[in-house]
């Protein structure tokens, strides 16, 4: 075979000058990605002054400069550093509540728990595509499980009152998409009882692809700057010479936890945060509105949750509640309503479930069963007020009756000098129907005295006292004996009350005074 029909190997490494000048190829930047140096790169690609096609270091640099910003600082740096090298299509959502983006981070910030442990919580937010509004932003305790992601969605969709001119807005609702990475604590079957509750598609994004969950990545930038990191016990304020925090211990076993916020102080501060951020922080893709306006502005309708559905997403107490003179105290505030006082008398407990950035109210269960919705005593309103009280009335109108009776059985007794003296004669038929229907009044829990107000003034019907505890009777009728011998004792009982009433003068027992 001729020299000229004779196949040339190709070394990869090397490049003549007669193809042009060297460019790094696959090879080269494999080599430098294994061993993330330029110089001990050149130095495997070529480990002799006379390797084939070999060329000079600074060549080799300068060919790794000339490359793409993106390609140079992913082999040395990884997926992030190229990422902030690229640019993205930008997704916006049609309307309000189209798409909702939702996650999760580890508050850089330590705080107190009610017990003095310290621990870093962990915050959920919810924000909407379209507008730009910060729906929610709730730190809970421990990492996001089923209760917080219920609980984070449900206060996301509750419908709140935003002030903007003197107009008030409503903001809130259900979305049609719900967009969050793929995280372990977000797709497990028990975690997403949520989004289906509230009918909600669930919008996937890969795990780590933080570009497109961008409005909740951007949402975490702004918290830190603007908010936690003026909190104290800010775990990102840099190190000192001896490589420890600067403006907090290292471990929370040297935080004293009268120094920095408990996770009550915290919420709030979240919730100060997120109406600063919708009233106030212009947006310019917006128009360098507020997102509240750009809310305002948008004529989709809001479809509101189902009280019964938050009620049922709400986290749930993991013990009893005992309802004491002041209501149920849970998370220092003492929570009241008029359906308690049933289960207040008979010592039964209840359990409670809530929304962690939700203090006006919650909700109260016997077992399974909604009983009702109890509220902070210090935010009742009128109604709610007089609702309570018609109760404890009722309950005093029943009590001053029965003493009357008692007052006039007492005095009736002491004229007669003996315990055991009864009403003697016979009692007009008119008289007898006026003694039952008082006693019926003593007896009736419903029944209302007349406080001689005058006739001309109408007082309302008392409603029913009602009893959540046990079946209401329709009728009130006499309990049978449970026993024979409880018959027998209960007749022998009448009987010899009547022969000791018969032997009295004037009785009219036993046909004495027939004449």
């Not at 502005?297 to 479809?303: G, K, L, Q, S, V």
């Not at 220092?332 to 209840?350: I, S």
């Not at 129907?433 to 107000?453: P, Q, Y």
């Not at 009777?473 to 009433?501: C, N």
């Amino acid at each position: 075979m001729s020299a000229a029909n004779t196949p040339r190997t190709v070394d990869p490494r090397r490049q003549d000058d007669k193809d042009g000048p060297f460019q790094i190829n696959e090879t080269h930047l494999t080599a430098i990605r294994s061993v993330l140096n330029r110089k001990e790169a050149h130095a495997l690609l070529w480990p002799e002054e006379d390797s084939p096609g070999r060329i000079s270091y600074t060549t080799f640099t300068r060919a790794f400069k000339n490359l793409p910003p993106s390609i140079r600082e992913g082999i040395l740096h990884g997926w992030d550093a190229m990422g902030r090298h690229q640019v993205y299509l930008s997704m916006t959502a049609p309307h309000r509540n189209h798409t909702w983006h939702l996650d999760w981070t580890q508050a850089d910030v330590w705080v107190s728990l009610p017990r003095g442990q310290v621990v870093r919580p962990w915050i959920g937010i919810v924000r909407d595509n379209a507008t730009s509004m910060r729906l929610a932003a709730v730190a809970y305790v421990g990492r996001p499980n089923e209760d917080a992601m219920c609980d984070l969605l449900a206060t996301a969709a509750t419908t709140r009152e935003y002030v903007l001119d003197g107009e008030t807005i409503l903001v809130g609702g259900l979305p049609v998409q719900l967009v969050l990475d793929n995280a372990r604590e977000h797709f497990a079957e028990a975690v997403t009882r949520g989004a289906v509750m509230l009918g909600v598609v669930v919008a996937p994004t890969k795990a780590f692809y933080k570009h497109q969950n961008g409005p909740a990545e951007s949402t975490f930038s702004g918290l830190n700057k603007q908010l936690l990191a003026g909190l104290p016990a800010y775990t990102k304020g840099g190190n000192g010479d001896d490589g420890k925090p600067l403006l907090c211990p290292d471990t929370p076993d040297k935080i004293d936890p009268d120094t920095i916020l408990t996770i009550e102080d915290l919420q709030q501060r979240l919730d100060g945060w997120l109406v600063e951020k919708n009233t106030t922080g212009r947006v310019h893709r917006l128009g360098d509105q507020f997102p509240i306006v750009a809310w305002q502005d948008d004529p989709t309708e809001i479809r509101p949750v189902a009280v019964e559905t938050v009620r049922a997403m709400m986290m749930r107490a993991s013990f009893n509640r005992a309802i004491n003179g002041e209501g149920i105290r849970f998370r220092g505030v003492d929570y009241l309503a008029p359906e308690l006082n049933a289960y207040r008398e008979k010592g039964f407990k209840v359990t409670v479930r809530y929304l962690a950035r939700e203090t006006r109210f919650i909700e109260v269960f016997d077992g399974d069963t909604w009983v009702c919705r109890a509220y902070d005593r210090r935010l009742l309103t009128e109604t709610q007020r007089q609702a309570i009280l018609r109760n404890r009335e009722r309950d005093l109108d029943l009590l001053k009756r029965v003493n009357a009776a008692a007052v006039q059985d007492r005095i009736h007794r002491n004229a007669t000098g003996d315990d055991t003296a009864a009403y003697d004669g016979d009692i007009d038929p008119d008289v007898q129907e006026a003694v039952d229907e008082a006693i019926a009044n003593v007896t009736d829990l419903n029944a209302r005295r007349d406080r001689g107000r005058g006739a001309e003034t109408v007082e309302p019907s008392a409603a029913p006292r009602v009893d959540p505890t046990t079946p209401q009777r329709t009728k009130r009728s006499i309990a049978p004996s449970r026993t024979k011998s409880e018959e027998k004792r209960r007749d022998k009982k009448i009987q010899d009350a009547k022969e000791r009433i018969s032997k009295r003068p004037g009785s009219n027992f036993g046909g004495i005074n027939d004449d």
